[in-house]
């Protein structure tokens, strides 16, 4: 944050030292209500030469020109500190958003993710305000988007662009979705008195039964959150068409629980994704995470997850590597899950359909597994197998950040080449040869020898074409290790098998 001192001359602005790309680059879209002030934008230099380097020098002009009626909605901003992104949207944080709901209350996500995203150990983070009036369709992609036209470019397409992100939330859109009077967890009810004559002045009211207020019968006006399809379906259209390197974290939407009597995941939601696990594009699938549940708190009435999960993500593929899972490991938050889930539900979701769950354990925010509802595989690889079981253990979001993170290495690979005309030049093949290698040796590849975890082979394909074939096996991770201990006698055995 900046530090001023009073009356002085001298203001110090804070910033960490940037950093190139990672392996694993995240954004986030969401809503900034509050004062927005573009002109400490022109502080960030990395942010500024990073935003033109993505096409959108013309609107850095136009803060230069005129900061003061500047806009800076649908324009991605690269961050390196939760410190930045307060300086830009001093507000953003307190003051409150044209939505409300019961759960939720009237404060935006955005701001609460970020710092989530950082304290999980994130350096890098790709912000994308968008507009309170747009509602949920300014999170999509408009009908005329051109990706070589800037000026066309809005919510989900302005990322798009930027090659070197990996990951993208939408804590608000997620945040719309929770319908404006779906009711919390009731409190328990005190049984009826009998009644008695009591005098005037005693107060009777009873804070355990419901009353609507006026605040309550406000929130009749605001619209129905969109079916999960119409928020899914745009997502998966613009990401599967032109950037499948890129994950999706994607919360599962509440509705009303009769049976449970609380609000829980919304079962048209879990419909529509057992749909589609058996449609012929369940493969466009792997491209979201879905997670589930909420965070809850005493500074915030719900909250998304995904960026304490984003963050601990960026992290660890900085430090190990993207193939590495965060399943398992704390995760940095004030807040809890919500609502909580009992075991079996955990077990239950994490199956079928496949949705990366939240949980509590040993007092500490964990998440239980990087599940994905389908194979992180193509579709061919899988559709006409006999058993799909055999392909459970490909079902892991960290493939898919595999996956993606191999996409954008052989694109930058093929863009530094791009003036190699010579086919015969083994500069190409070794280069990625080398690449593949440091993987294996990181463990992101199985096999005792480097021979067995990938191949390469090139295949004739003209004189002014250089095709290359490669054949990786990625390593598998294990969900769970079973340790059975036997005793004969006294004789002790112990038996180790992976599950």
């Known amino acids: ?53 993505a096409g959108f020098g013309h609107e850095i002009d136009a803060i230069k020109n005129d900061p003061d009626n500047a806009s800076l909605c649908h324009l991605p901003i690269l961050l390196h500190s939760a410190s930045e992104f307060h300086d830009l949207f001093p507000d953003a944080g307190n003051h409150s958003a044209h939505y409300r709901s019961t759960l939720a209350g009237d404060l935006a996500w955005l701001s609460p993710c970020v710092d989530d995203f950082f304290a999980n150990g994130g350096t890098r983070l790709w912000v994308v305000v968008i507009p309170q009036d747009e509602d949920q369709q300014g999170f ?56 008695v004559f009591l005098p005037c002045a005693q107060s009777v009211q009873d804070d355990h039964r419901e009353r609507r207020n006026e605040d309550e019968m406000a929130l009749d006006d605001l619209p ?34 009769n049976q449970a009597d609380s609000p829980g995941a919304d079962p048209e939601a ?24 909420y965070l809850r708190g005493q500074g915030r009435p719900l909250l998304s997850p995904c960026g ?15 193939w590495r899972s965060i399943a398992g490991s704390p ?46 595989l193509p579709a061919d690889d899988y559709r006409h197998a006999e058993s799909i079981d055999r392909f459970d253990g490909y079902r892991t979001a960290e493939l898919m950040r595999l996956m993606g993170y191999l996409r954008r ?49 090139q295949i004739p394909a003209g004189e002014s074409t250089l095709l290359l074939e490669i054949e990786i096996a990625p390593a598998l991770p294990i969900d769970r290790i079973r340790l059975t201990f036997t005793n004969s006698g006294t004789d002790w055995q112990t038996e180790v098998q992976s599950v």
């Open 308 to 322: 304490i999960i984003s963050g601990r993500q960026s992290a660890v593929a900085q430090r190990k590597g993207p």
């Open 140 to 195: 999509f992609p408009a009908e005329n988007t051109n990706l070589t036209d800037v000026s066309t470019l809005r919510g989900l397409a302005t990322l798009l662009t930027i090659p070197t992100v990996g990951e993208v939330c939408f804590p608000d859109l997620e945040r719309l979705q929770i319908p404006a009077r779906l009711p919390d967890i009731p409190r328990v009810r005190l049984e009826n008195p009998d009644p």
């Open 1 to 53: 944050m900046m530090q001023e001192a009073l009356a002085a001359r001298v203001v110090l602005s804070p910033r960490p030292q940037s950093k190139s790309a990672l392996p694993l680059e995240v954004a986030m879209l969401g809503h900034c209500p509050g004062r927005v002030r573009p002109e400490r934008l022109l502080a960030l230099g990395d942010a500024v030469s990073a935003i033109r380097s």
């Open 224 to 257: 129905d959150p969109l079916a999960f399809q119409e928020v899914l379906q745009p997502v998966l259209q613009w990401l599967t068409r032109y950037r499948p390197d890129i994950q999706c974290l994607l919360t599962l939407p509440l509705a009303y629980q």
């Open 409 to 457: 290495q052989l694109r930058q690979f093929g863009e530094q080449l791009i003036f190699n005309s010579d086919v015969r030049d083994p500069r190409p093949r070794l280069l990625i040869e080398r690449f593949l290698r440091n993987l294996w040796q990181r463990g992101a590849l199985r096999g005792k020898r480097a021979e067995d975890a990938f191949t390469i082979r």
């Open 331 to 376: 995760l940095t938050s004030s807040n809890l899950p919500y609502p909580k889930l009992k075991r079996a539900a955990v077990v239950q979701l994490r199956e079928s359909p496949g949705i990366s769950v939240v949980e509590l354990r040993n007092r500490r925010v964990e998440l239980d597994d990087e599940r994905l509802c389908v194979p992180a």
């Open 270 to 293: 879990l419909d529509l994704l057992s749909t589609m696990q058996n449609s012929d594009k369940a493969h466009h699938l792997r491209q979201v995470q879905f997670v589930y549940p």
